[in-house]
């Protein structure tokens, strides 16, 4: 009767380490992305243009660069990934992201000569946007999609 009682305790024991080990996982992984999405709201313009060009090459993107800051022709970064190349904007900001990111991206990918052009932003697009964005073709990377990039890491 003893042996079963230290098989029960064991099998609890085990059980309560196992369930505490889960649950300081979860805290800690929803602590790290907490921080991300405050270091990525609090980042300035051209920061935030370098820790989606570090995500991009993490992701399998080469040939990555950020652009220089001025006469950029609205694009941001340069990338390439499985052949295709892309002209990306970036856009850091407070408030959804409005049809002039789009319209930037679609003349910044034609000035760079390059087959896909997005903009990437830590908010979520305007209406007229996304419907800028499908008529022009170009690729709406917002936070959630953002998110999701960094969960992969």
């Given at each position: 009767?003893?042996n079963?009682?230290m098989?029960?305790?064991?099998?609890?024991g085990?059980?309560?380490?196992i369930?505490?080990?889960?649950?300081i996982?979860?805290?800690?992984?929803?602590?790290?992305?907490g921080?991300?999405?405050?270091?990525?709201?609090d980042?300035?313009g051209h920061d935030?243009e370098?820790?989606?060009?570090?995500?991009?090459e993490?992701k399998?993107?080469?040939?990555?660069?950020?652009t220089?800051?001025?006469?950029?022709?609205?694009i941001?970064i340069?990338a390439?990934?499985d052949g295709?190349?892309?002209?990306i904007?970036?856009k850091?900001y407070?408030m959804p992201v409005?049809v002039?990111?789009?319209?930037?991206?679609y003349?910044?990918?034609?000035?760079y000569?390059?087959?896909?052009?997005?903009?990437?932003t830590?908010?979520?697009f305007?209406?007229p946007?996304v419907?800028?964005s499908k008529?022009?073709?170009?690729?709406?990377?917002?936070?959630?999609y953002?998110?999701?990039?960094m969960?992969?890491?």
């Open positions: 009767m003893n079963i009682w098989i029960l305790a064991l099998v609890i085990i059980c309560i380490c369930g505490v080990f889960f649950l996982r979860y805290c800690v992984k929803g602590y790290r992305k921080r991300r999405d405050g270091i990525i709201d980042m300035e935030f370098y820790f989606c060009a570090e995500l991009l993490k399998g993107f080469i040939d990555v660069e950020v220089r800051g001025s006469g950029d022709y609205g941001d340069l390439e990934k295709v190349t892309y002209a904007q970036c850091r407070t409005g002039e990111a789009v319209q930037q991206a003349a910044g990918r034609d000035y000569d390059r087959m896909v052009g997005a903009v990437m830590n908010q979520y305007t209406t946007a419907e800028a008529k022009l073709k170009i690729l709406l990377w917002d936070r959630g953002l998110d999701s990039m969960e992969e890491e």
